[in-house]
């Protein structure tokens, strides 16, 4: 008896097209990819879209791309598509490019025991069903047929989506030993669809979460970045914490988590800080909101201020640590100590003086620190403070002087070495210094510069 025909023969689940909350007809990437489809069915092969975007399809959101199944083997397909790069084709998978968009072409595959919980002890290709039943989650098992406008689902996907339910395609403990990220994915669909995790895939992600550390870091840091990245990014905190995951993959975070006494606390306040987010908060502000109390629950003491207020860095460097563990980006690693080392300005904007923390602020030209500092007020129940940040941030752009605006301070190192000032520390005080003054409208014009000047020690011309 041959492997096919051994495939146990599912009932498949229809929904029509033109039942959708939105109708792909209209969508540039859903055309060019019926468009390869066709072509694939027309050389004699069997072709179909297949999921996350089927699935967003359904969900009524608009798919970011779409992803094929096809019974031609990748030498087939590079055969009808002279634009194509075989980078997977060792695993059935090419790339298509078409109509300026890249499409992933896969030969329908089965999978042998992934036996280091990696990667499968063997790849084979198969049909249709059997290219399904290896996949992750119901959700994502729906198959699109565009000649025939219909959605098929062979695993319940489509009600698992109407009970809103994340749930594993067949036995959840094996498909996590077989890839443990899958508990990672589970997390992250979970929070950003508002399912919840079904009974036995949530005990089973409980039960192996421990295995999560067999999987590449950099793996680890692509679904953490993509659920920072989401709207409901504090749901997935929770869910990470509730599930055991995220004492294995951020510690530090997961201490806050613990329960007892000031932690709670911390916990708390992350929660609220995070869900003050907008939604389209950019990575190194949520990274900089998820770690703030886990590297600096404290307003730095006085004898660590400087001359523009509060300044932690010892603390942005233990969040430095803990991203370069997960192998972030140094850009953003960079971004994220950057940020945290100012955390605690905004929280003294009524004993700073207005120059001082205008500083902070003109250098904040992407707006990053202004999200965290509103994101912190918030988690802190002090959102009347940062009022006061707001709106020199306003009066800096109306007038210019942010650090990438038109109108920049009279006061340089050229000009002060041009007159008489020696070379040393003491140009880098008064380059702040006269920043300062110039931000509170005290050197505006060039008499003010040059009675300035004089006061310091300088020579007027």
Same mark, same amino acid.
């Given at each position: 008896?041959?492997?096919?025909?051994?495939?146990?023969?599912?009932?498949?689940?229809?929904?029509?097209?033109?039942?959708?909350?939105?109708?792909?007809? *209209?969508? +540039?990437?859903? &055309?060019?990819?019926?468009?390869?489809? /066709?072509? !694939? @069915?027309?050389?004699?092969? #069997? %072709?179909?879209?297949?999921?996350?975007?089927?699935?967003?399809?359904?969900?009524?959101?608009?798919?970011?791309?779409?992803?094929?199944?096809?019974?031609?083997?990748?030498?087939?397909?590079?055969?009808?598509?002279?634009?194509?790069?075989?980078?997977?084709?060792?695993?059935?998978?090419?790339?298509?490019?078409?109509?300026?968009?890249?499409?992933?072409?896969?030969?329908?595959?089965?999978?042998?025991?992934?036996?280091?919980?990696?990667?499968?002890?063997?790849?084979?290709?198969?049909?249709?069903?059997?290219?399904?039943?290896?996949?992750?989650?119901?959700?994502?098992?729906?198959?699109?047929?565009?000649?025939?406008?219909?959605?098929?689902?062979?695993?319940?996907?489509?009600?698992?989506?109407?009970?809103?339910?994340?749930?594993?395609? *067949?036995? +959840?403990?094996? &498909?996590?030993?077989?890839?443990?990220? /899958?508990? !990672? @994915?589970?997390?992250?669909? #979970? %929070?950003?669809?508002?399912?919840?995790?079904?009974?036995?895939?949530?005990?089973?992600?409980?039960?192996?979460?421990?295995?999560?550390?067999?999987?590449?870091?950099?793996?680890?840091?692509?679904?953490?970045?993509?659920?920072?990245?989401?709207?409901?990014?504090?749901?997935?905190?929770?869910?990470?914490?509730?599930?055991?995951?995220?004492?294995?993959?951020?510690?530090?975070?997961?201490?806050?988590?613990?329960?007892?006494?000031?932690?709670e606390h911390l916990w708390t306040?992350?929660?609220?800080?995070?869900?003050?987010?907008?939604?389209?908060?950019?990575?190194?502000?949520?990274?900089?909101?998820?770690?703030?109390?886990?590297?600096?629950?404290?307003?730095?003491?006085?004898?660590?201020?400087?001359?523009?207020?509060?300044?932690?860095?010892?603390?942005?460097?233990?969040?430095?640590?803990?991203?370069?563990?997960?192998?972030?980006?140094?850009?953003?690693?960079?971004?994220?100590?950057?940020?945290?080392?100012?955390?605690?300005?905004?929280?003294?904007?009524?004993?700073?003086?207005?120059?001082s923390l205008a500083r902070s602020?003109?250098?904040?030209?992407?707006?990053?620190?202004?999200?965290?500092?509103?994101?912190?007020?918030?988690?802190?129940?002090?959102?009347?403070?940062?009022?006061?940040?707001?709106?020199?941030?306003?009066?800096?752009?109306?007038?210019g002087k942010m650090l990438d605006?038109?109108?920049?301070?009279?006061?340089?190192?050229?000009?002060?070495?041009?007159?008489?000032?020696?070379?040393?520390?003491?140009?880098?005080?008064?380059?702040?210094?006269?920043?300062?003054?110039?931000?509170?409208?005290?050197?505006?014009?060039?008499?003010?510069?040059?009675?300035?000047?004089?006061?310091?020690?300088?020579?007027?011309?």
């Amino acid at each position: 008896m041959t492997e096919r025909s051994r495939a146990p023969r599912l009932r498949r689940g229809r929904l029509a097209l033109a039942e959708l909350p939105l109708h792909p007809a *209209g969508l +540039p990437g859903y &055309r060019a990819a019926v468009e390869v489809v /066709r072509r !694939l @069915r027309k050389a004699g092969h #069997a %072709a179909y879209l297949v999921g996350g975007g089927v699935r967003d399809l359904v969900m009524g959101f608009a798919p970011k791309d779409f992803d094929i199944v096809t019974s031609a083997t990748p030498d087939q397909t590079q055969a009808l598509f002279s634009r194509s790069i075989p980078i997977g084709a060792q695993f059935g998978v090419v790339t298509v490019l078409h109509r300026g968009l890249s499409f992933e072409v896969a030969t329908f595959r089965a999978e042998g025991d992934y036996r280091d919980g990696r990667r499968p002890d063997w790849v084979r290709f198969a049909d249709l069903e059997s290219d399904l039943a290896r996949r992750d989650f119901t959700i994502n098992s729906l198959v699109l047929d565009p000649d025939e406008e219909e959605v098929l689902d062979w695993y319940g996907g489509l009600a698992d989506m109407r009970r809103g339910v994340v749930r594993t395609i *067949g036995d +959840p403990q094996a &498909r996590f030993q077989e890839d443990a990220l /899958r508990m !990672l @994915r589970a997390v992250r669909f #979970a %929070a950003r669809f508002g399912y919840r995790l079904e009974r036995a895939t949530r005990g089973a992600v409980v039960a192996a979460a421990d295995t999560i550390t067999r999987v590449a870091t950099e793996r680890i840091w692509q679904e953490l970045e993509a659920m920072w990245s989401d709207a409901n990014r504090s749901v997935a905190l929770a869910l990470l914490r509730d599930t055991g995951l995220l004492v294995r993959v951020v510690p530090r975070l997961a201490h806050l988590a613990s329960g007892r006494g000031e932690t709670e606390h911390l916990w708390t306040r992350t929660l609220r800080r995070i869900e003050a987010l907008p939604k389209d908060t950019p990575g190194e502000v949520a990274w900089a909101c998820l770690l703030a109390d886990a590297v600096c629950p404290e307003e730095p003491p006085r004898e660590r201020w400087d001359g523009d207020g509060p300044y932690a860095p010892e603390e942005a460097r233990a969040a430095e640590e803990i991203m370069t563990g997960l192998r972030a980006p140094r850009k953003l690693i960079r971004s994220v100590g950057g940020l945290l080392a100012r955390r605690w300005v905004w929280y003294r904007a009524h004993d700073l003086p207005y120059g001082s923390l205008a500083r902070s602020i003109r250098r904040d030209t992407n707006g990053c620190l202004l999200l965290l500092w509103k994101a912190d007020a918030a988690g802190l129940g002090r959102a009347d403070v940062v009022l006061v940040v707001e709106k020199i941030a306003e009066d800096l752009r109306v007038s210019g002087k942010m650090l990438d605006g038109p109108n920049q301070p009279p006061v340089t190192g050229d000009r002060l070495l041009a007159h008489g000032m020696e070379p040393g520390p003491r140009i880098q005080e008064l380059l702040t210094e006269g920043e300062r003054l110039w931000l509170e409208g005290g050197l505006d014009t060039e008499e003010q510069f040059g009675a300035w000047l004089e006061a310091v020690g300088g020579t007027a011309r």
